[in-house]
C-alpha cells in the first residue's frame, strides 16, 4: 500500500459526460502528479500541483482540469468526454516538488471507461 | 521538451540477467528513475540516479551517463515474478515535471 488513495476505482459513463477523480496522497506528502495510461500504453504526464499551487503542466486537454485543495488532496475533472479518454489515471505524490529521491508513490488508479 | 527511448520488450529465461536501456532528450536533468508495473497495477519506484555511476538495490542495479543521456536497468538472477513493464523516467526543468518512457515489458520464461 503506497498511501495514496484514488476514488473511485472504476467508473463507467457515456461521451459527453464530465466525470471527477479524486485522490489523497501520502500523510505529508504537498505534491501531486496526475498520469493517463491508455491500454498498453506508457504513463502521459497531465499537470503537478505543489502544496496547491499547479507547478508543471504536461499535454492536458482544455476539457481537462485539475486542483489541489488546501488540505491537499486533488481532484481532476474531465470534461466533454470522448471514447479516446478511456484510460486508467493515476495519481501519484511526493514529498515536495522537486523530491530529490525522485521517488513517486502512486494510487492504484481509476479505470475510466467512456461508452 | 523531454523524450525517452527503451526497448518495447524483452524477454529473457529465469535466472538470466536482463539490461533495459533508456535514452533520453531533456531541456534540464534532475535525475533519472526506473519504475516496475505489474499488469492491473499501480507502477512502484524501483531505484533513481542523479549522479553518474552504478546503483545498486538487491538484484536491481540501474546505471546512469548523463554525457551519453543514458541509463540502463539491470535485473540479476530474473524470477518469473519480475515479469511485467518497466519504465524509465526523467526529472527535467525546475524538478517538477517527471516524464515517462513508454515502457519495456519484459517476459521471463521458465
Known amino acids: 500500500d503506497s498511501g495514496v488513495t484514488q476514488t473511485p476505482k472504476h467508473l463507467i459513463t457515456a461521451t459527453g459526460q464530465r466525470v471527477t477523480l479524486r485522490c489523497s496522497p501520502r500523510s505529508g506528502d504537498l505534491s501531486v502528479y496526475w498520469y493517463q495510461q491508455s491500454l498498453d500504453q506508457g504513463l502521459q504526464f497531465l499537470i503537478q500541483y505543489y502544496n496547491g499551487e499547479e507547478r508543471a503542466k504536461g499535454n492536458i486537454l482544455e476539457r481537462f482540469s485539475a486542483q489541489q485543495f488546501p488540505d491537499l488532496h486533488s481532484e481532476l475533472n474531465l470534461s466533454s468526454l470522448e471514447l479516446g479518454d478511456s484510460a486508467l489515471y493515476f495519481c501519484a505524490s511526493s514529498e515536495a516538488g522537486n523530491a530529490n529521491t525522485g521517488e513517486l508513490f502512486f494510487g492504484e488508479g481509476s479505470r475510466l471507461t467512456v461508452l | 521538451g523531454q523524450s525517452l527511448e527503451q526497448p518495447s520488450e524483452v524477454t529473457a529465461v529465469e535466472g538470466a540477467i536482463v539490461q533495459i536501456n533508456c535514452t533520453y532528450q531533456?531541456?534540464?536533468?534532475?535525475?533519472l528513475s526506473w519504475y516496475q508495473q505489474h499488469d492491473g497495477g499501480a507502477p512502484t519506484f524501483l531505484s533513481y540516479n542523479a549522479l553518474d555511476g552504478l546503483e545498486e538495490t538487491g538484484r536491481f542495479s540501474s546505471f546512469l551517463s548523463r554525457s551519453d543521456s543514458y541509463g540502463y536497468l539491470l535485473l540479476q538472477e530474473l524470477q518469473m515474478k519480475d515479469s511485467a513493464s518497466y519504465f524509465c523516467a526523467v526529472k527535467g526543468t525546475g524538478g517538477f515535471k517527471t516524464i515517462f518512457g513508454a515502457g519495456t515489458r519484459l517476459f521471463v520464461k521458465a
Open positions: 531533456t531541456s534540464g536533468f534532475y535525475g
